[in-house]
């Protein structure tokens, strides 16, 4: 296994910074995700990592080994692509096999032995003779990541390996790359657009925008504590509601609500989270962000005394274990989550509450977080972040 670190990264085309120096820390064995919006650099970033692009500053380590310079063949990485980069005339077998022998001192018997073992690890025995115009997408995919197997590198590269398959097939091919994970333990980096992925996959998830990185934590803190407005509205789905409010002495102001923001001891520490803090009692300009599934209808459970906010309803969205719901907050459009079967229908209001443990507060220019009402904030020890501003 092997650790990985970036530090002062950079990768420029012209006058285009695609990586703006980044630093990063990968752990021994560790499966991170890489998620962004196309065009972010996140894919560039693994070209790095892989050696198929030449860093225009900064330096890669693998296993405290400078690979800044190294050749890709020399940096012991396999790289799952989008595009499987199957051989059409090569039989299962030999795709898995192709270049060993140039890349690598193997045996033949050597070859014969890993490419069984990554077969029945992966399942594809019977795959092994069939050209890929015989396979489905899933059993492409399988065929490619035994060929990334059969190399037991120190790092496993994956340029969003699924995006090709079917919402399904996904759902399966998910669980089977974090069941390899567990039995290989190699560290891997894995880039993908879908946050479905990055939540499910990734032990902690690098989210990018614009060549540098907005937050590194585990997912559910990335959920629970975004630092920043991008990670808040790129994380969950659907995305957070932003709300333009004024904050008045502990609350926050709208034209057709006022909140009260949780102090006290039941609130985030000062240094981690802003309560306390004197800007959200100052009169000032921010952005309120509640998620749809924290607001609730209030004449569907009780609403403990908290502020009713009245939402006129525009489109009514059933997802089947849900009910999503487009509504006008005063000016502001908003989306609300429901349950299922709830009887409510376009030009209705309908009145709302929200829970309290779960209001967020956004610099109203930079973005930046400077307060989470959460109750159960982890320790410390527990979530270390790393943001990038």
């Known amino acids: 296994m092997t650790t990985v670190t970036l530090q002062n990264l950079q990768k ?17 064995g560790e499966f991170l995700v890489v998620v962004g919006p196309s065009g972010c650099g996140k894919s560039t970033t693994l070209r790095l990592l892989a050696g198929l692009e030449p860093t225009t500053d900064g330096r890669i380590e693998m296993g405290n080994r400078d690979v800044t310079g190294v ?8 790289m799952v692509f989008q595009n499987y980069a199957l051989y059409p005339h090569m039989t299962g077998r030999r795709n898995i096999t192709f270049g060993m022998k140039s890349s690598g001192d193997f045996s033949d018997a050597e070859i014969e032995s890993r490419v069984e073992d990554a077969a029945e690890t992966l399942d594809i025995e019977d795959l092994l003779d069939r050209k890929p115009e015989a396979m489905s997408g899933g059993e492409r995919q399988r065929v490619a990541l035994g060929r990334a197997i059969v190399r037991d590198p120190d790092v496993f590269l994956m340029d969003e390996p699924l995006s090709n398959l079917d919402a399904k097939l996904r759902i399966q091919m998910r669980a089977e790359l974090a069941r390899l994970h567990s039995a290989l333990e190699t560290t891997t980096v894995y880039v993908t657009h879908d946050q479905t992925e990055a939540m499910t996959l990734g032990e902690r998830v690098v989210v990018m925008n614009d060549g ?3 937050q590194v934590d585990e997912p559910q803190v990335l959920y629970d504590f975004p630092a920043n407005r991008f990670v808040a509205e790129f ?11 004024d904050i008045e002495n ?31 009692s100052d ?21 403990d005394g908290l502020p009713t906010i009245d939402a006129e309803v525009n489109v009514r969205e059933p997802l089947g274990d849900s009910l999503l719901l487009h509504c006008s907050i005063g ?16 030009g209705d209001t309908v009145s709302v509450t929200y829970d309290p443990a779960r209001l967020h507060l956004f610099e109203d220019k930079t973005g930046e977080a400077f307060y989470h009402s959460g109750l159960h904030l982890p320790s410390d020890e527990q ?5 990038s501003k």
Request: net charge negative; hydrophobic share 40%; aromatic share 2%.
């Open 331 to 346: 000016a502001t459009a908003c989306n609300i989550q429901a349950e299922p079967r709830t009887e409510v229908h376009a």
């Open 71 to 78: 050749e890709p063949k020399n940096r012991n990485v396999a």
């Open 250 to 280: 502990g609350h926050a102001v709208h034209d057709a609500f006022t909140l009260p923001l949780p102090s006290g001891d039941d609130s985030p520490s000062t240094e981690r989270n802003g309560a306390g803090d004197t800007r959200i």
């Open 283 to 303: 009169a000032r300009h921010a952005i309120l962000g509640i998620r749809p599934e924290d607001f609730r209808l209030s004449d569907v459970q009780t609403d």
């Open 12 to 28: 420029s085309f012209g006058d285009v910074v695609a990586v703006n120096s980044i630093d990063l820390e990968i752990e021994d």
């Open 383 to 387: 979530v270390v972040s790393q943001v």
């Open 212 to 214: 540098q990185i907005m």
């Open 235 to 245: 994380i969950g789905d659907p995305a957070m509601n932003m709300i333009p409010v």
